[in-house]
């Protein structure tokens, strides 16, 4: 146990005195080879320990196991709670004086981990000058079942206690080099007989390498104490003195005025003080590890583990110790690095000399072997000692630089009030009162040499002279961004939010003089940062409100001149268009009259209403530009949809217009290859099947239809059946040359290109009607215009190479085909483009949104963090303009992407101010909670100290009773051991005199 933890006991031991202990009890399991007795609340596998107690049983021994919660206020009333226990159990007769079963065995322990008396091994007269009854064994045991308890385990500490016990007791016949030089006679004996060379390479070589890692562990050893010992010297010149205040580490920090800051000078003694006690226990261990008569009997093993526990008694589990070097260490234990040679200091400096002399060139580095010091919880010696060495050169430090950092505090402050501008927020007196008040102190506590005092001081006082630079920095661009925002208001400007910003802005201003006034810098420089947002935040809105007003100017003058253009088209070409087409039957118009009467009504709103309605929402009167840039953005889609109507009038007029032209003629082929199929087929009736005929009547009867139609004037029907009626015609003629089977073979390939283009162009007409209008483009709506020419242009090829033959047929079929393989590929790219369109704006809404979502959530988490009782209000501003800034997600589905972007920014910058909110709580919150901290373990560390001297007195008292008495007696019943250092009746404990050498 070190000495924190030992500290740490007391202060238990007291509390727990104070609020007294309850009783646990479990039921007392049923053994035939031990009495179990478990009085707690831990887990016991009872029957485990029963099962280990067998070999005692078996050789006649009566075997006690009691494991208890009960927590005794010192060992006499430890030793009182055993003896009646022991009574209880039939081992122990109170009424004479030490009375013990002379068979008996007693394994006893408290759950307490944290006292070192509340384990005890009992045992009566048989094992009396056994094994058994020494120190080691009684030490090795009872460290078994601590450790074992400790960690949570207690059934492993009575089978490892009843299992070592009993290994103890019955030592092996001889030592284990005696069975190796028997073993290694019978095998080369065995080997010699039979001719084994291979049996004798396999078993003799794992012989050979564990000798050879007995050797190196010997010469490890060897080592390992000679620098250990170097250690232990070392830190006994370091250390020497019966209290703190006489070694040498402590003269030297009072040397450079450490007793004069109470609370390092509290911190430094109890380091030493530990140190001390802990070397006082190093060297008595040692002690112990360099007796013959003790270490003969010690596995190697088990010695070399024994020095490595030494050894990490100084180092402890300091990653930083353990790293360091031989001259690394002796650069450690070495106290004249911080000592500066000054007349006054040549008395102590003479003696440090020694000290170094001695480390010079000394070997103190181990590599450890067996031992993992990360697994130790102890600080270590060296490790107090850097603590200690650390606070001297930090005072030796302050008071070297003291001077130089107070004169430069002076400095900076008398070039920082040069810097401040008149007129000003606060005056100069103001802005550096508190500053100059510890300016002040500073001097004071340097005449007071209180060096350290100084360096906290000016420390702080630089830090809040940058503050007040930066509040001169952050009005002078306060001052100048609203210069920027007065030329834009001086143009009737009237950004949204603007003066809740300013208002913000004079806020911050406000409380930064307060806090300043108050001599309250750190809190200052909180709402400076606050004061340089909330400024840049005024600025942007109302430059984003400026450039939103411009931006819907240009567009709506865009829109003005669409109209003009589409008018001008409406007029020129597509009214003509269309009362031309109403001269023709209705068959020939019907599929375009709702377009052609939409868009009328579409160009003649925007004209009369929708342009005017923007402007006003735009205007400098009503400055509604969001919602004037959302209708803008509707309006060029409405228009960009009539134009296509509009077109599409004017396409189908030239469809009708060229099936008329060309029908007549058309006929008249379409007759001639039905009457060269009928005369191929009269001419070769024996040689053609009948669906040739099926053919030839079917294309007659379709062509009677054709004529009928061109008779009604309905021109595109009847193109469409003089189609169908010719291409059964060729298709019936059997016996065509090539020229008419790649005709056929063109024919087919139009039909099959016509309806895949017709489809994809369908497709693409209703993917653009679908396409909202805030996901639009020009460069989209220009595409699909493209697609609808394109395919009437196609359509109008078609319709040409009806009136053909021959190879002008074949060279216009395939000029048809190449126009359809186009107008795919236009209605294609016109997809993609539509995809493209949405998926951006989709991109930019579920960007927007989950900026939102983000920044609800910070708001959130920041929430949390300022209501906390230890926050303090920090935080509270930057939280409150986080939901002023945060915007609403429930408009998003029709905003525009401009609109989107500016959102998602404003979603970012809530965010922002929302973690600035939860950082600046968590930062007051961890500064309380750590300032608590440091207040309870200063007045733990009060408490401890006062309750260690009165512990420490009533022990030695408790001795001297106790070794009045002896406890050893004859009697009918025997005397009984219990191993401790107070008398012949032995129970083990820790506690002993101590040796310093």
Known sequence: MNHRQLLNALALFVVIAALGTAAHAQSQPECHYADIRLDTDQPVDAGAICNAARPWADDGFRVFILLTDYRPESEDDWF??????????????????????????ALEASTATDLSWAYSVTYGERLFGTALDADKAIFQIKSQMRNAIAAGDPTNAFIQALSTSYEINHPPPSPWINRIKVGLIALVVGVLAVGGLVLALVAIIPVLRRVRQRMKLQRHLEGLRARTSNLLNACGQLLKGDTPEETVLYQLFSAYGGERYKEIRTDVREWLRRSQAALNDAFDLRQKLIDPSVQEKRPLEQRVRDWEMLYVTFVGNSERILALT????RTLLDPMLVLDREAADVQLAEQLDGIRRELTGMPLKVELMMVDPAKSDAEGILGYIDRVKAQIARLQEAQREAPERLAEAKTRRREAGEDVPSPFVLTEKQLFAGIDERLGKAEAALKQELFLRVMEQTAGILRDIGTVRAFVTAMSDHERRQAGIDAI????????????????VEADVQAIAQKMTAGDYVAAASWIEELNADSQRALAGAQEWQSLHEQNEAALQHLRDEVSRVEQYQAGKVEPAWQTLQTYPQSNWADVADGMAQATQTLQSLREDVINQIAR???MEEQKFAEAEHKLAQALADLAQAEQQFLAVVNHLAEVQAAEAHIQKALRLAEADLARAEALRDKEDVKIGPEVDKQIKKARRQLIEARQLMEDREFLAAINEQAAARQLATAAYASASEQVREINTLQKELETTARKAGDEVNRCLAQARALPAVAQTAETNKLVQRVTDGFSQAQQARAAFTALEDRALAKALRTAIAAYDKVSQLADQALQRIAANRREYNDRLIAARGAVSAAQAAVQRAERSVRDSDAGGAGRHALQRARSTLPLAVSLGNATKSALARIRQQANEAQRYAEQAERQARQRIRAVQAERSRQ???AERRSVSSLSSVSSASRGSSRRERSRSSSKRQSSRGSSRRQSSRGSSKRESSRGSSRRR
Do not use: M, V
């Open 489 to 504: 208001t001086a143009q009737d400007y009237r950004p949204d939010h603007l003066a809740d910003d300013l208002q913000e």
């Open 617 to 619: 929402l735009n205007s």
């Open 936 to 938: 309870r373990r200063r």
């Open 80 to 105: 009182a709670f055993l003896d009646q226990a022991e009574a209880d159990a039939g081992l122990r007769d109170l009424s004479q004086p030490d009375s013990f079963d002379k068979n008996a065995l």
């Open 326 to 329: 031989d001259d690394e260490l």
